[in-house]
């Protein structure tokens, strides 16, 4: 459920300084964020004026930039950490990235937990071999930081599955397909009941940080940009916190 607070709040930015200038009657912005971001999808939505729509495509990192990269059509890109941005920016199709907030990793398992997996170290244990484990890809960026964390852990972890966003990773686990998974906090937070959370060692010191940025091809730079602005505003900190991220300070 929307929080109506937060819409009200981030209304008035819109209102204010958003997309107020547009001379046209209507907008429509394509939005690519990172999987982890689909969170606050709805909250973009609600900040932006009512006669702006934004079409949203979700995905990992690694993926979107490719797309940008063969010209498919955006506006911002949002990613889940800076060596996807950094791409982007080295493919040339992004301008001005900024950091806008930070995320930060758990390990989930089924509610009923049918593997008794009670912490981060189990998945390195010989005695839950039998344990199907589901991990993000390390072409991505939860992948990226899950080796971060086995490295400061000291263990190893056997996969039965790398996934190419950490949504895949959070419904193999939230179905029960596996019976553990390391996702972004945020991503455990919308699962509610379904899964139980296990916090991982480290994992404060290995943060991602989210940025976003123009897409250099865009038909509409000027209202893109102010898309990255509200992301970067003091009252868009508000949300980020509600959704479990870690607003950037600017």
């Known amino acids: 459920m929307k929080n109506n607070h937060i819409g009200r709040i981030l209304g008035v930015v819109a209102a204010g300084s958003l997309l107020g200038a ?9 939005i690519m964020g990172a999987a982890s971001t689909r969170v606050i999808n709805e909250d973009m939505q609600s900040a932006v004026a009512p006669d702006t729509t934004l079409e949203f495509n979700n995905a990992g990192s690694g993926t979107l930039v490719s797309q940008l990269e063969e010209g498919a059509p ?12 950094e791409k982007a920016v080295a493919a040339g199709v992004v301008d001005t990235p900024k950091e806008i907030a930070t995320n930060s ?30 991990i993000c890809d390390t072409q991505v960026p939860c992948g990226r930081v899950t080796k971060q964390l086995e490295e400061a852990n000291k263990i190893t972890i056997t996969a039965d599955s790398l996934e190419q966003s950490v949504s895949d990773v959070a419904g193999k686990v939230a179905s029960g397909e596996a019976d553990a998974g390391l996702v972004y906090a945020t991503d455990a937070t919308t699962l509610g009941d379904a899964i ?30 102010k898309i990255v602005d509200l992301l970067t505003s003091s009252d868009f900190a508000t949300v980020w916190k509600q959704r479990g991220f870690e607003p950037v300070a600017h």
């Open 196 to 225: 139980s959370v296990v916090e991982i060692p480290h994992s404060q010191k290995y943060r991602n940080t989210l940025m976003a940025a123009v897409v250099k091809h865009s038909q509409k730079p000027d209202e893109a940009a």
């Open 22 to 30: 547009c001379s046209d009657s209507s907008e429509s912005l394509v």
């Open 105 to 134: 990793m758990v390990l989930i398992v089924p509610a009923d937990n049918p593997a008794k997996i009670n912490s981060f170290a189990d998945l390195g244990a010989s005695d839950f071999d039998d344990a199907t484990v589901a």
């Open 74 to 85: 955006a506006d911002v890109f949002i990613s889940a950490d800076k060596e996807a941005m």
